[in-house]
């Protein structure tokens, strides 16, 4: 147990729920596979709800499936400081992204109760729904429809690969989920703060324990499709041929080259790209691709979001090709107000501390959009996330916890004059 201003951590009780949580969807591999709204994200769910429920906390859940955990307040009505992340992973997804920031927000309730400290406001832990965009895309699509920046209705039409929608999905989870009352979208919040793994190289290069976030760079994602005409491998001369592959090909590489830059601070990756009919006899007549473009400065990614689409209208002959964009996040400072209890808590609790960017996108660049957010980071193994070998210590995410639990105190404090 670590007695800390706010409340009793305890480090047993966080270890055996994190150490519950990688049982779920454990691919035998040493990673997960639970991805959003899937058996395993629900036995996931499950289980935080089970464990909310013995501490008699309120629970909600709002259109997109966001659950809420409420511990009461002194009353008074005053909007929720909320903390949280998320449960679903990639396909071959790491046993930190994501879980560790629900399970260190769930921790501070309990060490709040363990303490016997009462906070003016309401805290509240949510576990955001569809974070990582695997199943269905986009990325961060509890949280843009939380904030009102991707339509609801949109959301819930989204099909993914397997031919089930999200509205589908959702249905089918709240079905075999504990009810939990309804939550209207955009609620008042008082500060949302995050707790997750850095998902890069830059704290244990540095040797620091905690990030102290200052923003997230900005993203685009797009889907591409390029569309020639099926033909016969073996009959077809090539001036006759409308290869989409060919084609798909060369405005891949071209995409590459405009995002190439001399100190590599650019980002684009082509996660997915399908070929159809997928024959080994068959000239492709469509492929899909997914664009994934990050970078820090806003104006970089309009020049890239023009260049891209100029590729795609230029270097399809004979085939043509359309661009969809799945999802615009952009670049994101989070409020001084945040960042500030971040690094002095840290300061406080002694522990190195270093200020980032954060390169990897979050929920919290949406909430940034309703009330101040933070987020503090831990370092993880090599820099390594989205991979089954992704790790971090028990010791780095217990600071973690420490961090957050004293910031979310310090933000649940009803100053005079001071928000909702
Ligand atoms: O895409 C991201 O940056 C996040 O890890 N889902
Ligand atoms: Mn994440
Ligand atoms: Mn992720």
Request: net charge negative.
């Amino acid at each position: 147990m670590i007695e800390a201003p706010a409340g009793k951590i305890d480090v047993d009780r966080f270890r055996a729920r994190h150490e519950a949580m990688a049982a779920i969807g454990a691919t035998g591999r040493g990673g997960i596979d639970r991805q959003a709204l899937t058996e395993a994200e629900i036995e996931a769910r499950a289980l935080v709800i089970g464990w909310a429920r013995l501490r008699g906390y309120a629970l909600s859940v709002d259109p997109i499936g966001n659950l809420f955990i409420r511990r009461p307040g002194r009353g008074g009505g005053f909007a929720p400081v909320l903390a949280g992340s998320h449960l679903d992973s990639q396909p071959n997804g790491g046993n930190f992204d994501g879980v560790y920031g629900v399970l260190a927000a769930l921790e501070v309730l309990e060490a709040l109760d363990d303490g016997g400290i009462e906070t003016d406001r309401p805290i509240e832990v949510v576990v955001w729904t569809n974070e990582e965009g695997a199943r269905f895309q986009p990325t961060t699509m509890g949280s843009a429809v939380y904030v009102g920046a991707l339509p609801l209705q949109q959301a819930l039409a989204v099909r993914g690969r397997d031919g089930v929608t999200v509205s589908e999905a959702l249905a089918c989870m709240l079905r075999k989920l504990p009810h939990c009352a309804d939550r209207a979208l955009a609620t008042p919040l008082h500060a949302y703060v995050e707790a997750h793994i850095e998902q890069g190289p830059i704290l244990e290069s540095a040797r620091r324990k905690i990030g102290v976030v200052l923003g997230i760079q900005g993203l685009r994602q797009y889907a591409v499709t390029v569309e020639g005409t099926e033909a016969h491998a073996g009959t077809t001369p090539r001036l006759r041929r409308r290869d989409a592959f060919v084609a798909a090909r060369r405005i891949a590489a071209e995409f590459d080259r405009v995002a190439t830059d001399a100190k590599d601070i650019a980002r684009l990756t082509i996660g997915r790209f399908d070929v159809s009919p997928g024959t080994t006899n068959t000239i492709p007549g469509k492929v899909t691709m997914t664009v994934d473009v990050r970078h820090p400065d806003e104006h970089e990614l309009e020049r890239l979001d023009r260049a891209i689409r100029e590729i795609c209208r230029e270097r399809a002959q004979p085939c043509s090709a359309s661009i969809e964009t799945l999802l615009t996040s952009r670049t994101v400072n989070f409020a001084t107000s945040v960042v500030d209890a971040v690094r002095e808590e840290a300061a406080r609790l002694g522990h190195g501390a270093l200020d980032i960017m954060s390169g990897a996108t979050h929920d919290a660049a949406f909430l940034a959009r309703l009330c101040p957010t933070g987020m503090i980071f831990v370092p993880c193994r090599d820099g390594v996330s989205h991979n089954e070998a992704e790790y971090t210590s028990l010791e780095n995410m217990v600071a973690g916890v420490e961090v957050l639990a004293g910031v979310v105190q310090r933000l649940s404090r009803r100053e005079a004059g001071v928000g909702a």
